[in-house]
């Protein structure tokens, strides 16, 4: 329980460090990451069944040779790629706005950083400090956030353009 609480104490102490947009930063990769999780859920579990049921309803067909026939076939085909591809816009969107908001701390840091050298009339290395940490910290969370979010963002899209191929291969004419 002491454990608990000292984890949760440094990450208090991490956000405030870091100032407001640090917290905005990581409610953006917390609602990344659902999403994300969202995403793998549907694929290793949701998907299979869906998949199962689009080539069951393709093979139940007596017609497959016809030109409505192929315009169902296409409709299956974009039904099954439609639910793969749901939010990976989004996911993407998500990763690039993370180093922006992390832009953003930079700069909301340095204007602290410059509002210290102004009010105190010189360098002084201690009074800047804080701001300089407001200035990085973002940005370095705004990158971890966006370099994480990229790759798992790749792999979803490649995972659903090849299960969108093999859909398509699965559907076809039945003899």
């Not at 690039?96 to 210290?116: K, R």
Request: aromatic content about 10%; overall charge positive.
């Amino acid at each position: 329980m002491i454990a608990l609480m000292e984890f949760f104490n440094a990450i208090n102490e991490f956000m405030d460090t870091g100032g407001q947009v640090l917290t905005v930063i990581a409610g953006v990769i917390f609602i990344m990451w659902l999403m994300i999780f969202e995403r793998f859920v549907f694929v290793w579990y949701s998907y299979k069944s869906l998949k199962k049921h689009l080539i069951a309803s393709w093979h139940n067909r007596v017609d497959q040779t016809s030109w409505n026939a192929e315009q169902i076939r296409i409709a299956l085909i974009s039904r099954g790629t439609t639910k793969l591809n749901r939010n990976l816009a989004l996911i993407q969107s998500l990763v690039v706005l993370c180093p922006l908001l992390g832009l953003l701390g930079t700069v909301t840091g340095m204007i602290e950083v410059f509002d210290v050298m102004a009010i105190s009339g010189s360098g002084n290395a201690r009074s800047m400090a804080s701001g300089v940490s407001r200035a990085t910290i973002p940005t370095m969370a705004g990158m971890v956030g966006s370099l994480s979010g990229v790759f798992t963002a790749t792999w979803l899209k490649r995972n659903a353009k090849k299960e969108a191929e093999l859909l398509a291969d699965s559907l076809t004419i039945s003899h």
